[in-house]
Nanobody, 114 residues
């Protein structure tokens, strides 16, 4: 079954850290770039970060540069995408979604309180 399943969301105070994971089931994901998006209440979904197929290149939206780190791993054909989020701000509060091969995960909630 081809699917993306996020985990690791939660509630944290401003300045704290969280690490999101996205388990990608299905060999097709090995050939795709992977990305994180987020959607805050009342706002459109926005791109956060992308990592290339081989993990050699990463890109970030300006507001998270220097605070977030995207990475991916491959183990026994299973791909996992990560997002390490440090120095979290209240404006980072959103549902975070994993994206790969034109597929979306179900999302995981991140809430940052002041």
């Amino acid at each position: 079954q081809v699917q993306l399943v996020e985990s690791g969301g939660g509630s944290v105070q401003a300045g704290g850290s969280l690490k999101l994971s996205c388990a990608a089931s299905g060999s097709i994901f090995s050939g795709c770039a992977m990305a994180w998006y987020r959607q805050a209440p009342g706002k459109e979904r926005e791109w956060v970060s992308t990592i290339t197929t081989d993990g050699s290149t990463t890109t970030y939206r300006n507001s998270v540069k220097g605070r977030f780190t995207i990475s991916r791993s491959r183990d026994n054909g299973r791909n996992t995408l990560y997002l390490q989020m440090n120095s979290l701000k209240t404006e980072d509060t959103a549902v975070y979604y994993c994206w790969a091969c034109s597929r979306w995960g179900q999302g995981t909630q991140v809430t940052v309180s002041s």
